[in-house]
T-cell receptor
Framework: QQQVKQSPQSLIVQKGGISIINCAYE??????FPWYQQFPGKGPALLIAIRPDVSEKKEGRFTISFNKSAKQFSLHIMDSQPGDSATYFCAALNQAGTALIFGKGTTLSVSS | EPEVTQTPSHQVTQMGQEVILRCVPISNHLYFYWYRQILGQKVEFLVS????????KSEIFDDQFSVERPDGSNFTLKIRSTKLEDSAMYFC???????????FGPGTRLTVL
C-alpha cells in the first residue's frame, strides 16, 4: 500500500520527441504527487507536482496527467532535449504528510 | 541553488565507526527530512523532523540512527556504528508547510569500508 510503481525503467527518445513516464499507486490517502529530476551526483530537484483534485498540470514543456480513479499519474516531456537526459522519479506524499514515497526511477536519454 | 548545504560532500569511514552528517539551512525552514539513496536505487525516506522533534521515521531508521538540531541551525544525522550497507548518498531536505514540496540538498556520499 505504500508503494509507488514506476515505468519504464529506462527510456530513449529522439530530440524533439515526447517522453512519457508512468507511475501507479495504491494508497488513496496519498494527496500530493511530485516529480523529481536527478542528474548524476546531484540531489533530486523538484520538477513539477500535482494534487488529485486536478487532472492535469502544465509547466513549460513538462505536463503531469493524473487519473484519480485509476490511481495513475504520468509525466510528459514535450520537445525533449539532450539536456533533459537524467533520472526522473515520481513520488507520493504519505498520509501523514511527512514522508515522500519514491518510485524506482526512469533513466531518460535524449539523443541528438 | 539549493537552500541547504550539506557537509561533508564525501565521507569515508570504517565499519563500526560513528559518522555525523550535517545539513545547514540557509533560511529558516521548519520541516527537515533525511533520505538516503543507495547507488543506482530509489530514494528512501529515513526521518522527518519538525519543531525539534521527530515526526515520523521509517523502518530503516533504527536505533543506530539519530537526528538532532543541536544549535538551532545545523541539522545532523548520526549513524552510531556504521555497516557496509549504510554506504549511500544521504540527502537532507526541507519543506515549508509539512505537506507538499520537499527540496533536497546536494547530498553526502557515505562510503563504509
Amino acid at each position: 500500500q505504500q508503494q509507488v510503481k514506476q515505468s519504464p525503467q529506462s527510456l530513449i527518445v529522439q530530440k524533439g520527441g515526447i517522453s512519457i513516464i508512468n507511475c501507479a499507486y495504491e494508497n488513496t490517502a496519498f494527496d500530493y504527487f511530485p516529480w523529481y529530476q536527478q542528474f548524476p551526483g546531484k540531489g533530486p530537484a523538484l520538477l513539477i507536482a500535482i494534487r488529485p483534485d486536478v487532472s492535469e498540470k502544465k509547466e513549460g514543456r513538462f505536463t503531469i496527467s493524473f487519473n484519480k480513479s485509476a490511481k495513475q499519474f504520468s509525466l510528459h516531456i514535450m520537445d525533449s532535449q539532450p539536456g533533459d537526459s537524467a533520472t526522473y522519479f515520481c513520488a507520493a506524499l504519505n498520509q501523514a504528510g511527512t514522508a515522500l514515497i519514491f518510485g524506482k526511477g526512469t533513466t531518460l536519454s535524449v539523443s541528438s | 541553488e539549493p537552500e541547504v548545504t550539506q557537509t561533508p560532500s564525501h565521507q569515508v569511514t570504517q565499519m563500526g565507526q560513528e559518522v555525523i552528517l550535517r545539513c545547514v539551512p540557509i533560511s529558516n525552514h521548519l520541516y527537515f527530512y533525511w533520505y538516503r539513496q543507495i547507488l543506482g536505487q530509489k530514494v528512501e525516506f529515513l526521518v522527518s523532523f519538525y519543531n525539534n522533534e521527530i515526526s515520523e521515521k521509517s523502518e530503516i531508521f533504527d536505533d543506530q540512527f539519530s537526528v538532532e538540531r543541536p544549535d538551532g541551525s545545523n541539522f545532523t544525522l548520526k549513524i552510531r556504528s556504521t555497516k557496509l550497507e549504510d554506504s549511500a548518498m544521504y540527502f537532507c531536505a526541507w519543506g515549508l508547510a509539512g505537506a507538499g514540496g520537499q527540496f533536497f540538498g546536494p547530498g553526502t556520499r557515505l562510503t563504509v569500508l
